[in-house]
């Protein structure tokens, strides 16, 4: 069983390397190559990569020490990642991780979420009442990548319910 947690940031180099080695495994099946390569490159500069995680709401999910997923979303609701381990697919880590940022955002108040899901994920989302507001195309490192803007509406919270 896993349980989700905070990200910290000694979390920042094995979130990397489950996000490279999820991206050339899972998504490869709707990915070019040098997609793959541009969305997901061989080396990255870990303190960049760790300080995207600040001042948002982040957290891992962790089987015993093991890292085996992640997600942030933004303080203004924009959920900018959700990656599962390659392993670990289809076990709830995902609903789990979007859950929880859902009750960020509700705590907040904030009337929905938005993400921009990969080919690979838009099911996913879908499954989890996001819907698509456009596909999209977006450059990263000079290669075209193929995604979709999609918004999740919450439920309204009242006090007087």
């Not at 896993?2 to 094995?14: N, T």
């Not at 948002?56 to 381990?85: E, K, N, P, W």
């Not at 456009?134 to 000079?142: D, M, N, T």
Request: overall charge neutral; some cysteine.
């Amino acid at each position: 069983m896993f349980q989700l947690r905070r990200f910290a940031p000694v979390d920042a180099e094995p979130c990397w390397r489950l996000f490279r080695d999820t991206v050339h495994r899972v998504n490869k099946a709707d990915y070019r190559r040098d997609q793959l390569d541009a969305w997901a490159p061989a080396a990255v500069d870990l303190e960049a990569w760790a300080t995207r995680f600040q001042d948002r709401f982040a957290y891992v999910a962790c089987i015993d020490a093991q890292i085996v997923g992640f997600s942030d979303m933004t303080t203004s609701g924009h959920l900018d990642r959700l990656f599962v381990s390659a392993d670990h697919q289809r076990c709830g880590i995902a609903r789990a991780l979007v859950e929880r940022l859902v009750a960020d955002a509700q705590k907040l108040e904030l009337e929905s979420i938005t993400t921009d899901a990969s080919i690979t994920a838009k099911p996913f989302f879908e499954r989890m009442h996001f819907r698509v507001l456009q596909a999209q195309q977006v450059e990263c490192r000079g290669v075209s990548i193929p995604n979709y803007q999609m918004l999740c509406h919450l439920p309204s919270q009242s006090i007087h319910s």
